[in-house]
């Protein structure tokens, strides 16, 4: 396991990828072809639910497909881990998303997470946006993981596991380039006159996206490069880095 920082989630949480039933569900849909396979012989695309969820109201079952358009909320205790074309989620307990369609069926165009976490992988191609109550992000070909604290908190936590992310936070804008873990905060309300302030990597493990690529068959960006650096976006021996181009600090109060 990679080394992460637990910040209002458990450890146990992290560790779905390495329980038994969720190893036999995702080597069953990979052996079986994935999502094309699945959609071709009208499966439903959940590589594994555990514990109760909710699709628009109802209660999810395991054969089911979720779609753009669908509303999903998590229960205590629960995990969940789909594929919608070439983008793969994992949503973890207490979570509420809605899934605003994209292009076309198949495509995902907007996950609005109102509360809880989600890691996600996204497929090359047209624009997506992550969207909360505090965050709008434009996503390509990229792995992210983003939670919303609960209330009286309320802040959004983002991190660009890797690739290029249009971060906006009201009238605040900022690009982040990543190989490797550069985190964010969303606030509520400015802090010493900011709104989005750099974090530290919390609450996901590079397993957990190494997991979720395989499935919709694709690699992380550390796994194609074969190095790892700083949870800050800096990579060792080279990279991206920096928030905006600012280097691996916060971007300085004139940035726009």
């Not at 989620?89 to 109102?114: A, C, D, M, W, Y």
């Not at 606030?187 to 006159?193: D, I, M, S, V, W």
Request: with cysteine; proline share 6%.
């Amino acid at each position: 396991m990679t080394d992460h920082t637990l910040q209002g989630r458990t450890a146990s949480e992290l560790h779905w990828f390495r329980r038994r039933r969720f190893l036999q569900s995702a080597a069953t849909w990979i052996g079986l072809g994935g999502i094309a396979t699945a959609q071709a012989q009208g499966r439903g695309n959940v590589v594994e639910l555990n514990g109760d969820a909710m699709l628009n109201g109802a209660r999810l079952r395991p054969d089911q497909a979720i779609q753009p358009g669908d509303a999903i909320s998590t229960g205590p205790g629960t995990r969940l881990t789909f594929v919608i074309g070439s983008d793969a989620f994992h949503v973890r307990q207490n979570s509420q998303l809605k899934l605003e369609p994209g292009s076309s069926v198949s495509v995902v165009g907007v996950p609005r997470l109102i509360t809880g976490g989600v890691v996600s992988i996204w497929g090359k191609g047209a624009e997506r946006k992550i969207v909360t109550g505090t965050l709008t992000a434009g996503i390509r070909g990229t792995g992210v993981y983003t939670e919303v604290l609960p209330e009286p908190d309320g802040r959004t936590y983002l991190c660009n596991c890797y690739g290029l992310i249009q971060l906006s936070v009201g009238t605040e804008q900022t690009e982040s380039r990543s190989e490797y873990h550069q985190a964010f905060w969303a606030e509520p309300a400015p802090r010493n006159g900011r709104s989005l302030t750099p974090a530290p990597a919390i609450n996901h493990t590079d397993e957990e996206l190494e997991y979720l690529a395989q499935l919709v068959d694709q690699r992380t960006a550390w796994q194609v490069s074969g190095k790892k650096g700083a949870k800050d976006g800096a990579v060792s021996g080279g990279g991206y880095g920096g928030y905006g181009g600012y280097g691996n600090g916060p971007p300085p109060a004139s940035a726009p």
